[in-house]
């Protein structure tokens, strides 16, 4: 497409939180595809006739394009740039939806999710190549954090959404429906409103315009330096962590509490939905926080220990009171995180190594969320207990991260 959507913006001004904005809903698109699964999972279970553990597994199916194209979508993104990349995000959300939606058995289904997965991938490369640039280094923690918050949010809108909509209905199909149409609109939003930045920042963080042709001699982003990095793989290992961690809970959380707090479906969404309500605030929170005391590692240290505290106790809950430091935890433990390795990443590497960069944290994130929901999904299977499988999946994960952490304090920023 051309004319104005092609045309760069010459300074970074106000239109960098536009760019922020509709790429955002870009890469949104991926994770509330995924909560649909995640908050109506017994209903699904009911209507297909299937366990947890293959539950588990088709929630982890949505991982695996994401997985599969991690790498090639930084290629990609050189190639033909982040407008024509977010686009193929959207289009195959769309296909994999409407493919869902038609769905009568479950294969179909299985690969229906496969499809509306692939922007877990994509956009976990594009996302912060994308905005990045628009904003001076030392101000990235805002927007980075806002961001990180990217899957956060579709906790935060779907669960308490979908599951009122199917109270509402009876059918779990309208949520694809609703969402499909969503897709649409974002697809032409994007279409029609991201910009590249016609400038970059100099060394003492002014903005320098640049023309078409300085623009071609800039240089290209280079995958292969930034993945030999070793702090890159440390920052992807830390969201793998992350990952498996936050999803081996948040994949069963409405769940558990549907079945063992015998509530109302609506209410088990309301109640998911509040964590991720704290986690998108403490999120952005958490950016301007490590802009302030200029460290993102120290708020990453926090976040890891809220992590292990809220995964210890979060299926031994019986009373919905106790819930509210537990979802105080969440909010805290799995955005403090994210947002921090995001920004991490921005802040130490290179220009041209952000997308290399980008690409090991979407593979790595993408691993772990399968990882996540296939483990636990298969541990309360075998073993029956709720809590023990967390014990057994999250706690260690949120330990490990930990100890990660401590190890490479120096290297992190």
């Known amino acids: 497409m051309s004319g104005l959507a092609d045309t760069p913006v010459r300074g970074p001004g106000r239109y960098g939180w536009v760019v922020l904005a509709v790429v955002w809903l ?50 990609i993104v050189n190639k033909y740039g982040v407008r024509n990349v977010g686009i193929v995000s959207l289009i195959l959300a769309i296909v994999g939806g409407l493919a869902g939606v038609l769905s009568t058995s479950v294969p179909v289904f299985m690969a229906s999710r496969v ?99 300085a623009r071609d001699e800039l240089p290209k982003p280079n995958i292969k330096a930034a993945v030999r990095m070793p702090v890159v793989w440390l920052l992807g290992t830390m969201m793998l962590v992350y990952a498996a961690a936050s999803m081996s809970i948040e994949g069963f959380f409405s769940t558990y509490v549907y079945s063992e707090l015998a509530v109302s479906l609506t209410l088990a969404g309301v109640i998911v939905t509040s964590g991720a309500v704290v986690g998108s605030v403490f999120a952005v929170l958490s950016g301007r926080i490590s802009d302030r005391i200029h460290s993102r590692k120290i708020v990453l240290l926090v976040g890891w220990i809220a992590g292990i505290a809220y995964s210890w106790f979060v299926f031994s809950v019986d009373n919905l009171v106790l819930f509210v430091p537990i979802i105080l935890l969440i909010g805290i433990g799995e955005n403090a995180t994210s947002s921090m390795i995001y920004a991490s990443t921005a802040e130490m590497m290179a220009p041209d190594a952000v997308a290399g960069a980008s690409a090991v944290l979407a593979f790595m994130q993408n691993i772990g969320m399968f990882v996540g929901t296939t483990a636990l999904g298969g541990l309360v299977g075998v073993l029956g207990d709720w809590t023990l499988a967390a014990h057994c999946t999250a706690v260690p994960l949120y330990a490990l991260g930990l100890v990660l952490t401590l190890l490479a304090w120096r290297k992190l920023a």
């Open 115 to 213: 499809l509306e997965g692939a922007g877990m991938g994509i956009m976990g490369v594009v996302g912060v190549v994308a905005i990045a640039p628009w904003f001076a280094p030392s101000k990235r923690g805002v927007p980075l954090g806002i961001w990180a918050i990217w899957v956060t949010v579709a906790f935060m809108v779907g669960p308490a959404l979908f599951t009122a909509l199917f109270d509402a209905t009876g059918s779990w199909r309208p949520v694809w429906w609703g969402t499909l149409m969503f897709d649409v609109v974002v697809l032409v939003l994007f279409v029609a409103l991201y910009r590249a930045p016609g400038f970059v920042f100099d060394g003492e963080e002014r903005p320098v315009e640049i023309d078409g042709a």
């Open 26 to 75: 870009c890469g949104f698109v991926a994770p509330l595809n995924m909560v649909k699964v995640t908050a109506l999972s017994p209903v699904l279970m009911a209507s297909f006739g299937i366990d947890e553990a293959l539950m588990g597994t088709i929630m982890s199916l949505f991982y695996v394009l994401g997985i599969v194209m991690a790498f090639p979508a930084a290629g």
